[in-house]
């Protein structure tokens, strides 16, 4: 008795907690459309998958087609083309396939095991050598987690074909402001990467910022308004529990950037007069201020080593892209074409740096690809694109746009020839952030 | 699953036709200042009080417009700069926060640094006119607080500005 009481108490405290800051919530859905596609992106038939009993709530192959059809590099054939559906290898008629100039077939079963979960079998074919690449059977999952179990089946077939691991079953951040003034409500929103499933890490009457998440995925560092001025916290996705990591009252606590080791943040704060770059070591609190100029120095990026933080500064006038080393020195100018180069990103293996370019009133997102000789590729169309962020394998790359009254997000494949829109029906998206590799 | 579906379809009928998304451009409920050629602060003439702050014309006006990239205090503000100034000095009770803000183009973050050189600007300006540092707090709002969400000069030109806030008289 006395004990259901406490956990009565205790679920309501929980509860009052999850108002303020809390366990994620479920949240609206935002619109997903895919735009564009590529000719020359491998073709696959992702044929849906065999199953018995009651219709399951996701359809595995669709999440799977469109995971591999929005990273740019697969072509996956309309399910109205899907003429013969087999499930085993031994039902598979290559002749059909060939017909139809598929390269790969994916093919599957789902089994009930008991207690609302289910088993996921998949293979992955090569038609033309019709020869078994993948058969694995997913670990029992529960049916509300099918969409994952897809993204993680898509993962899986981008890495035989390609060489390189999935990100598809991984997770994005981003800021939803919802009403105008003083009704606006901000909400910071962790949803898969394909924009379902959102949920809200953290809510406001004042702006968010800047979310980022820390390489291990368990927190999201952010700017908030909350308290009338700028200010950086730490929050853990899972329990919601918050820390405060710089809340000056005077000057701006703002573009927080996690070392790839997750034991520091760099910092833009403005207490000294003007925004200079500080690392602020997370286990002792200690702040060291790396840049000293009368210029506007903030968005820091570490570089995938660690060794360098990649900064934005107007000290020659226009913001232009800086690197130094991580521990401070002289930072050298790395950006040099277009007026203004701005919050950089680097992608995991430290070869393409993707930042926001202007010139005149149009600000692109541009790709420097030093495996390139540093040419530089415009991945969007402008006029007000920013907040530049790669997926974890760098085969696709979330933006903020503004598409005439709204803010939405635009995912596109390193080529910048699929796009695939994330829109609010009632409000503003903003501010993504891409998430690391899952774990669980 | 139901609800997404719903809401895509609701978003597929808007690509077609650019008329959808024209209907959602926000309303500029711009608290916008009347143009700044009224009243002369009368400098010299009797001490301010609390009570003025709502009655003086020049004291009335609380928003400093700024050009593009610009921090510089324009000459057709140094009326305001001088009246608030003296009112600072006359009221030594009371605070004022400076928000400044900044036009959508540009980053975020960027933008944070931009509505505060414009900020410390203005509170520099009313330094420079008698104000105490000790009674001005400046809070950057970068481009998070548009008065005009158009995507053109006449609207952004609305959102470059600090907006002089009293916290205590």
């Known amino acids: ?440 | 699953m139901n609800k997404t579906v719903r809401i895509a379809l609701v978003a597929l009928l808007c690509v077609g036709a650019a008329a959808c998304t024209k209907k959602q451009e926000t309303k500029p409920q711009a608290p916008q200042q009347p143009e700044t050629t009224t009243a002369p602060a009368q400098p010299g003439a009797g001490k301010y009080t609390a009570a003025d702050l709502d009655t003086d014309a020049c004291l009335k006006q609380r928003v400093v417009y700024f050009d593009f990239d610009k921090d510089e205090v324009k000459p057709e503000f140094q009326q305001i700069m001088q009246c608030h100034a003296k009112f600072l000095q006359d009221v030594p009770t009371s605070r004022m926060t400076l928000d400044g803000n900044a036009d959508e183009r540009g980053t975020r973050e960027y933008n944070l640094g931009l509505g505060e050189r414009r900020g410390n600007a203005v509170s520099s300006a009313l330094q420079a006119n008698g104000g105490s540092a000790s009674q001005i707090n400046v809070i950057s709002h970068g481009k998070e607080k548009p008065v005009c969400r158009e995507h053109n000069e006449d609207c952004w030109s609305k959102n470059r500005r600090v907006e002089i806030v009293y916290t205590a008289t």
């Open chain 1, 1 to 440: 008795m006395r004990r259901s009481s406490r956990s009565l108490i205790t679920l309501l405290l929980l509860f009052i907690a999850g108002l303020v800051a809390g366990p994620a919530m479920a949240q609206q859905s935002l619109n997903v459309q895919i735009v564009g596609g590529v000719k020359s992106a491998t073709p696959v038939a992702v044929v849906p998958f065999a199953q018995q009993g009651a219709p399951l709530p996701t359809d595995i192959a669709d999440v799977i087609r469109n995971d591999l059809n929005r990273c740019g590099k697969f072509r996956s054939l309309a399910v109205s083309e899907i003429v013969e559906q087999p499930s085993q290898g031994s039902d598979i008629k290559f002749a059909t396939w060939r017909l139809l100039k598929q390269d790969y077939i994916v093919i599957g079963r789902i089994k009930d095991a008991g207690n609302g979960m289910v088993t996921v079998e998949y293979e992955l074919w090569d038609v033309n050598r019709q020869q078994r690449l993948l058969g694995n059977a997913m670990p029992p999952a529960s049916i509300s987690d099918l969409r994952g179990v897809a993204h993680q089946i898509a993962d899986a077939i981008f890495q035989q074909i390609t060489g390189i691991p999935g990100a598809f079953w991984t997770r994005i951040a981003y800021v939803t402001m919802v009403g105008s003034g003083n009704n606006a409500t901000y909400s910071l929103i962790v949803a898969d990467s394909d924009g379902y499933n959102p949920q809200v890490v953290a809510r406001s009457h004042e702006a968010l910022l800047s979310p980022k998440w820390s390489p291990d995925g368990t927190r999201i560092a952010y700017v908030s308004f909350e308290s009338g001025n700028s200010a950086v916290y730490i929050q853990n996705i899972t329990t919601g529990s918050r820390q405060l990591i710089s809340g000056r009252a005077k000057g701006i606590n703002s573009a927080p950037a996690w070392s790839p080791d997750g034991t520091k943040l760099a910092l833009s704060l403005s207490y000294t007069g003007n925004p200079e770059i500080y690392v602020m070591d997370l286990g002792s609190r200690q702040e060291t201020r790396l840049t000293r100029s009368l210029a506007i120095n903030t968005e820091p990026v570490w570089s995938p080593d660690g060794q360098s933080i990649y900064f934005t500064s107007d000290r020659s006038g226009r913001p232009q892209i800086y690197r130094m080393s991580a521990g401070g020195g002289t930072p050298e100018r790395v950006s040099f074409q277009g007026q203004q180069n701005l919050d950089a990103a680097i992608s995991y293996d430290s070869k393409q740096t993707a930042m926001v370019q202007a010139n005149g009133n149009v600000y692109r997102i541009a790709i420097v690809d030093q495996s390139l000789g540093g040419q530089v590729r415009f991945l969007s169309p402008g006029p007000i694109d920013e907040s530049p962020s790669f997926a974890p394998n760098a085969s696709m790359l979330i933006y903020a746009a503004t598409d005439g009254a709204r803010d939405v997000l635009y995912a596109v494949s390193n080529d910048g020839l699929v796009r695939q829109r994330l829109a609010l029906a009632d409000g503003d998206v903003r501010q993504p952030s891409w998430g690391p590799y899952r774990k669980q």
